[in-house]
């Protein structure tokens, strides 16, 4: 399809597990971004990628996450020792390239991640 | 984390009603955005705003662009049930490109 790419739709895993989201950005979209969405709560920004270097991992909530993007498309969000507060909306969001306000992100669909 | 201050959080709407809601910061904004999300789905972008005082309109919606720079407005006219979903504002700063968003309005219809 045209637009951002999320998979899995849906995650449960259990307290302390690993667990790997996927992005597929926009075809040709150079930037691309990862946030976090607790439930009755508007996105919080994660993380931040052009290309294939992460250039703001600020907001990164600890040392459990880990995002890569190593070829410059597609990216991973990488969660360790998952933890209940954990569990939230995971989504993405690519535009077109940085540093251009012309540029909006536009978002998938999210992965919903539960935390047992 | 930091989010911009949007209002109302929620609202019911009766179709044909005219729907208003805005969103403030605290520190000055270049861009600022609207976004609709239905439940399940992502956000998706209705308006995007690039310059102090800028008024826009998609359609039914119209939105501006705060001359301070730390304020905007989104107006739905005429609504239809399918305006019925959550509205989130953003911003986007001078020094990065990342998205501060508003903790949303919801929108319902009137029982």
């Known amino acids: 399809g045209a637009g951002v790419s999320q998979s899995p739709r849906y995650k449960v895993a259990k307290r302390g597990q690993d667990v790997a989201l996927r992005c597929d950005p926009i075809?040709?979209?150079?930037?691309l971004f990862w946030y976090q969405q607790a439930l009755g709560q508007g996105p919080e920004f994660l993380t931040y990628?052009?290309?294939?270097?992460?250039?703001?991992k600020s907001g990164l909530p600890s040392d459990r996450f880990f995002a890569e993007r190593p070829e410059g498309s597609v990216s991973t969000l990488k969660i360790q020792r998952t933890q209940q507060e954990d569990s939230a909306v995971y989504l993405c969001?690519?535009?077109?390239?940085?540093?251009?306000?012309?540029?909006?992100?536009?978002f998938g669909d999210g992965t919903r991640l539960s935390i047992l | 984390g930091q989010q911009l201050n949007q209002s109302p959080q929620s609202m019911f709407i009766q179709e044909g009603e005219d729907v208003s809601m805005n969103c403030t910061s605290s520190?000055?904004?270049?861009?600022w955005l609207w976004y609709k999300q239905d439940p399940g789905e992502g956000p998706v972008l209705l308006i995007a705003?690039?310059?102090?005082?800028e008024l826009t309109s998609n359609g039914r919606l119209t939105a501006q662009f705060g001359i301070t720079r730390k304020d905007s407005f989104l107006n739905i006219s005429a609504s239809i049930p399918s305006d019925v979903g959550i509205y989130f504002c953003?911003?986007?700063?001078?020094?990065?490109?990342?998205?501060?968003f508003g903790g949303g309005t919801r929108v319902l219809v009137k029982p």
């Open positions: 969001a690519s535009s077109l390239r940085s540093g251009l306000w012309n540029q909006p992100q536009h």
């Open positions: 075809s040709g979209h150079v930037s």
């Open positions: 990628f052009q290309n294939e270097a992460q250039l703001d």
């Open positions: 520190s000055i904004f270049n861009t």
């Open positions: 705003l690039y310059k102090a005082g």
């Open positions: 953003a911003g986007q700063g001078a020094a990065g490109n990342k998205l501060t």
